[in-house]
T-cell receptor, first 114, second 111 residues
């Protein structure tokens, strides 16, 4: 079975550019999570969707970040404009139902903003 | 300060030795999850503990939950190079629709 799929795996961009990260959750999972991991702050939840609806976006840093889930099999995390401090590894995870169900993580997207 | 404190932050052990990683919460635990991460890869789910006193094992890895102390321990017996990586604990919070994670423990196994 395919796990959570993320693309791209690596992204290098210049400050001010728009960045779009993509995620395909495990088929049949109703919940999707976007996390950011840095050395300084560890693993932080950015936003959580349940049945394609954003439930908790309190972790989204600022208006430059936006996330969408147009259907059950696809989600995007967009940063516009990007800044060097956005450099991190971004993970997508999915679970059957809710945050208390086991979350399965994708391989991550390593973002570098120059 | 972190809601979940892991100790030690890093650990170097000789292959074949036993080791323990601890995860302590400053708040009541509602589910405790252990994950393993290798550099450049995502988190691999290891185990979930939900009830006080619960203990689960998978191969040579055992995790226990002490709800009163609000902590969990992960014990590896007869460590192998394949056990090397970063171990993270994650916990649910009452009324919160998200998990919080510890900073991770970096485990190195020396041959």
């Amino acid at each position: 079975d395919a796990g959570v799929i993320q693309s791209p795996r690596h992204e290098v961009t210049e400050m001010g550019q728009e960045v779009t990260l993509r995620c395909k959750p495990i088929s049949g999972h109703n919940s999707l999570f976007w996390y950011r991991q840095t050395m300084m702050r560890g693993l932080e939840l950015l936003i959580y969707f349940n049945n394609n609806v954003p439930i908790d976006d309190s972790g989204m840093p600022e208006d430059r970040f936006s996330a969408k889930m147009p259907n059950a099999s696809f989600s995007t995390l967009k940063i516009q404009p990007s800044e060097p401090r956005d450099s991190a590894v971004y993970f997508c995870a999915s679970s059957l139902e809710g945050s208390r169900d086991t979350q399965y993580f994708g391989p991550g997207t390593r973002l570098t903003v120059l | 300060s972190q809601e979940l404190e892991q100790s030690p932050q890093s650990l170097i052990v000789q292959e074949g030795k036993n080791l323990t990683i601890n995860c302590t919460s400053s708040k009541t635990l509602y589910g405790l999850y252990w994950y393993k991460q290798k550099y450049g890869e995502g988190l691999i789910f290891l185990m979930m503990l939900q009830k006080g006193g619960e203990e689960k094992s998978h191969e040579k890895i055992t995790a226990k939950l002490d709800e009163k102390k609000q902590q969990s321990s992960l014990h590896i017996t007869a460590s192998q190079p394949s056990h090397a990586g970063i171990y993270l604990c994650g916990a649910g919070r009452q009324g919160a629709q998200k998990l919080v994670f510890g900073q991770g423990t970096r485990l190195t196994i020396n041959p």
